[in-house]
């Protein structure tokens, strides 16, 4: 009996970051607690209430498009999608349908369809059996991206949908923020044994990355179960219970025709070549440096795939990164620096504030100290707690603290015989063909020298004298 293949396809919802809402002046702010404050008649759906499309909006897709490498609409207009829910003030939704603002493209491997914009709901909010309705969300800007069904994998899934978060916030669209329900994956899921699509159930409003790919795993593994005992699936749409990680029916699944698209007759149609800044030349113009192109960039510089995810993810280290550690090509600088950066500082989980006392040049300075020899390992580890905490000159900090190394030869010379004397047992493990030692002995040399010698000479000096006396 052949096995069953998944087929998963992807509609992720992304709220955008504009300064107000899609088609009125309130104010989008997604921190705002306080309900129904920004608010005004028209996003309320008031009667006689005349929608204005926010052109930021409308250039975040399109820029969304370009990185993507999809087309661009040159002819675009807005359609109502009609349908009856008490977050929806206007009994419908302004969204698009036949004129996307973008089509075709690709994400992380994965073939996208289209990128559209539309509206969000308001929020219900339920209090035991009274149902409560804040509107400071209804009329945010929603980008919405539906992918081909080329998935057949939940892993896959949710790297794109992680992919698409980094993306939204290397352009400044949104910060999507999934536990706050700014950026939302609905994943459409189907199995069969012969390669086609099967009858697809649609799970909604995923708030993780990890809910994601417990959704398709239990869906897919739900699906085959019924198959194989006999039975029938239905085109439904689903949910998921984070606690059980379980889905569960809510409905069937409408077709585009229940919800009676039809164009916005208050909203004209839109032909984006006639406006310089929308362009596609404008737009793609545009773009800043992309997430893969960075990983590229980063790779040709030697840097390993685990620390090239975090600059590429994290804004604020990516930014210290390149203006405080890559003022120098040298590699030995650079790595080195990348191994303090990521261990000594943001291991640490140092503030934004103590971050800004490792600016001009501060850092690059301790990193060149350690790479020249003048600090071991551990004196820059002292000297860049010091720093943190204090702010300074590197060199300042290691005189007063000191931590500079001493690689004279008579101060190696007096610490090797140190060693040696006072380590007799690993010595004649040396001497016996254990050379492995020899960095234990280098370790007793650092401690001796309270992290002042230099062990690269040290270790020189150390073999020099134990193979002289063989």
Known sequence: MAAYTPTIGLEIHAELKTETKMFCGSRNDPLEERPNTHVCPICLGHPGTLPVVNRAAVTQVLRMGAAIGGTLADYTEFDRKNYFYPDLPKGYQISQLEYPLVKGGTLAGVQVTRIHLEEDTATSRHQGAVSLVDFNRAGVPLMELVTEPVIHDAKTASNFARELQLLLRTLGAGDANMERGEMRVEANISVSQDGTLGTKTEVKNLNSFRSVERAIEFEVARQIQVLESGGTLVQETRGFNEETGQTFSQRLK??????????????????????????????????????????????????????????????????????????????????TGVNYLLTDVRGSGVTSAEIEKLRNGAFASLIGMIVKGELSSRGGKDVLEVLIKEGGQPTEIASRIGAIQDSSSDFITRIAEAVISSNTNPVSEYRSGKTDVLKFLVGQGMKESRGKVNPELLSKELQRQLDAAT
Request: net charge negative.
């Open 254 to 335: 409408e077709s585009s025709d229940g919800y009676r698209y039809f164009p916005d007759p208050d909203i004209p149609k839109f032909k984006l070549s006639l406006l310089a800044e929308l362009s596609a030349d404008s737009i793609r113009a545009s773009l800043p440096e992309l997430p893969e192109a960075r990983r590229t960039r980063y790779a040709s510089l030697g840097l390993k795939a685990a620390d090239i995810e975090v600059f590429v993810s994290d804004t604020v280290y990516q930014e210290f990164f390149e203006t405080e550690v890559l003022i120098s090509y040298e590699p030995k600088l650079i790595q």
